[in-house]
């Protein structure tokens, strides 16, 4: 429900509660009104009457216009005046008038008169009638401008709101973002709120980014010295425990530069560095992969089924489809046995490596965090998987590992979106062969 | 070959030059942006080592400054910056070749050997020891004339080990130069052990001489005063 819509709600059951009331409040005072002005006048009229009769005109002769009785009493009552509301005086129970009798009381030279006079007022229930009807009135108008301003009224108020919404959602880490000016105090106070909030979660990306960048530079380059100063020390004259701390030297040095490279990578996959705007044929990385490893899978003597599916377009970056393949199958080749197999299975929702391997000794749900590893192959530096997950969280994919002995499996799913469909596939290869 | 090294850290140009010098090279030293460029315009040289992040500008803009001079050495790009939209920048704008740091001193010299050979022997392809002869476009090797059977990954590692005959290779280096960023998964470097013993197989099948040498704990090493 829009904000508009519940303001509007809460206004106008605010008005349906107290209306009766009013109204209530309303028929009271004006039929006091009435009462009021009505006895007055007729308590005049009295007054004027008992006047007659005290210059001398006899009781008979009073009757002229108003309804005015005057009887003669033998005593006064204790009363001076008598009111009496007679709401029904026709005798049926819808008379449109209620009559209203004053009786006063007056001793005139020496004789004691009651002077009566009536009048007809509107009944009660006329004057409920008439209030009823204005109030429907009332209550019509007052929903449908409360319904009409609030709307009208929400547009304008509501819209720097609306703007600070539309900005946030399109909010980039890469770019500060300026809210629009509001002279609202709550307004005012989000807006500034957001902004600070905005700059720095900006200025924080901005300055990791700023750290991986210089990271890479400044670990690079005192590595690159080290490496050097190695091999120029490694062609000196030395002897075989010297060349053995030469070699374990390099070997840390070599470790420290994987770590600090696959650090690297994994920040920038995170600071989303690479853009995805292509369809790239993932079988074809696949089978590039796969070739570049044949050596090593020869070496270990592992069998390898591949069942790829052809035309298998991707929605991910280049550098990182490589990378992703390389890092599966590197791992696959890495942890498996002599004389082995590795099962390659690629279709168009996902992308499956089964391996043979040792039992793994490490919870699967762990193997993705950073710097875990099985024990079995040390030498690793333990960020392949971390960066397998990262690659996969870009790119809108899941991947899933779970061992069934003797087989260590590890799916990728594909997200359906970043997958083209056979239609779009013509199309796609019609556009690249005319780039071509 | 002469060859200028651009690089503001002195550790790595000391390094590059006692590496270069040690090769037979002429090397000469530039620690910033204007000194190199004074020095291109003095001397020439047969290649440039260029690092891109200068104290007192950006390598790129010696690119440039070459090409409008008609400078025509060789530039092998050097960089801590490893990023493709780096590479692209460099080798578009002039670069022959583009390394990353930290690199090995044995890669770089075969990468500056193969922009020697194109740019100044006119792209002679041929690099020969002794009874051996490479062919680096048809990627053929021939031993007392008859062709060895060999893979591309045996040819690039005998070719790497010719061009840096007489020095000691780790098997960390051989690997970088052969695989590239795969050995970022690589757990050991037994297979270059087991190229290297199928080179050494196929080689002394074709009576050719056994040139390389095991340096125990460290690599290999192509001996040439083996005979």
């Keep these: 429900m829009k904000l508009v819509d519940k303001f509007t709600l809460w206004f106008i059951s605010v008005i349906v509660i107290t209306t009766p009331i009013t109204s209530y409040i309303c028929l009271n005072n004006i039929e006091k009104k009435i009462d009021d002005v009505e006895i007055a006048r007729l308590k005049a009229v009295n007054e004027h009457t008992a006047a007659r009769l005290g210059n001398g005109v006899a009781p008979g002769q009073l009757r002229d216009t108003s309804p005015t009785v005057v009887t003669q009493l033998a005593a006064l009552p204790n009363d001076s005046v008598l009111i009496r509301k007679d709401p029904d005086p026709d005798g049926n129970r819808h008379s449109l008038e209620s009559r209203l009798t004053v009786n006063s009381y007056y001793t005139v030279n020496g004789k004691h008169y009651e002077v009566s006079s009536s009048n007809y007022i509107p009944a009660s229930r006329q004057i409920l009638n008439a209030i009823l009807d204005t109030v429907a009135w009332k209550l019509l108008l007052i929903v449908l401008c409360v319904g009409l301003s609030a709307r009208f009224l929400s547009q304008h108020i509501l819209h720097t709101l609306r703007q600070t919404m539309k900005k946030i959602h399109g909010f980039d880490l890469k770019k500060k973002i300026a809210f629009p000016e509001t002279n609202t105090v709550e307004f005012k106070e989000l807006n500034t709120f957001l902004k600070k909030m905005t700059d720095k979660a900006v200025d924080e990306y901005t300055a990791v980014k700023e750290f991986s960048e210089n990271a890479s530079h400044e670990l690079q380059t005192p590595l690159a010295v080290l490496r050097g100063k190695l091999e120029l020390l490694s062609e000196s004259d030395i002897d075989e425990g010297q060349a053995a701390l030469i070699a374990d030297m390099h070997h840390a040095v070599e470790k420290l530069s994987k770590i600090n490279r696959s650090l690297i990578l994994l920040s920038k996959l995170e600071n989303n560095e690479f853009v995805v705007s292509e369809h790239i044929k993932f079988c074809r990385v696949a089978r590039d992969v796969l070739a570049a490893y044949e050596d090593r899978l020869e070496m270990k003597n592992i069998q390898v089924k591949r069942d790829l599916d052809k035309n298998i377009l991707l929605k991910i970056h280049p550098v990182l489809a490589d990378m992703l393949m390389n890092n599966l199958l590197g791992n696959a080749i890495r942890h498996n046995i002599q004389d082995g197999t590795i099962e390659l299975i690629l279709t168009h929702k996902k992308l499956v490596i089964k391996n043979t391997g040792l039992p793994p000794e490490t919870p699967p749900e762990e193997l993705f965090e950073r710097f875990r590893k099985s024990n079995q192959c040390s030498e690793s530096v333990g960020l392949g998987l971390a960066i397998v997950k990262q690659i996969c969280e870009v790119c809108d994919f899941r991947v899933s590992y779970h061992y069934k002995a003797p087989l260590h499996i590890l799916q990728v799913d594909f997200c359906p979106d970043s997958v083209i469909n056979e239609a779009a596939q013509d199309k796609f290869e019609a556009a690249e062969m005319q780039s071509a | ?227």
């Excluded at chain 2, 047969?46 to 440039?64: R, T």
């Excluded at chain 2, 100044?120 to 021939?142: K, P, Y």
Aim: hydrophobic share 40%.
């Design chain 2, 1 to 227: 070959m002469k060859v200028l090294v651009v690089e503001d850290n002195k550790e790595i140009a000391s390094s590059i030059h006692d590496f270069l010098v040690r090769e037979g090279y002429i090397c000469e030293l530039a620690y910033c942006f204007d000194e190199a460029q004074e020095k291109l315009l003095l001397y020439s040289y047969d290649c440039v080592l260029l690092d891109i992040m200068l104290p007192d500008g950006n390598g790129l803009e010696l690119l440039k400054f070459m090409k409008e001079k008609g400078i025509q050495s060789g530039v092998l790009i050097i960089s801590a910056k490893d990023a493709m939209d780096d590479k692209i920048r460099g080798l578009e704008g002039g670069g022959d070749d583009y390394i990353t740091k930290p690199f090995h001193l044995p890669e770089l010299h075969a990468r500056l050997r193969a922009i020697y050979r194109r740019k100044q022997l006119s792209g002679s392809n041929i690099v020969t020891f002794n009874e051996i002869t490479l062919n680096t476009d048809t990627l053929e090797a021939t031993v007392h004339g008859s062709l060895l059977d060999i893979t591309r990954k045996e040819f690039d590692l005998l070719l790497y080990l010719v061009v840096n005959k007489n020095r000691v290779l780790s098997r960390q280096s051989i690997a970088t130069h052969l695989w590239g960023d795969y050995t970022d998964n690589l757990a050991n470097f037994d297979f270059v052990y087991q190229h290297i013993k199928n080179l050494r197989k196929k080689i002394s099948a074709a009576n050719g001489a056994d040139y390389i040498d095991t340096v125990y704990g460290l690599g290999y090493k192509f001996n040439s005063s083996k005979t």
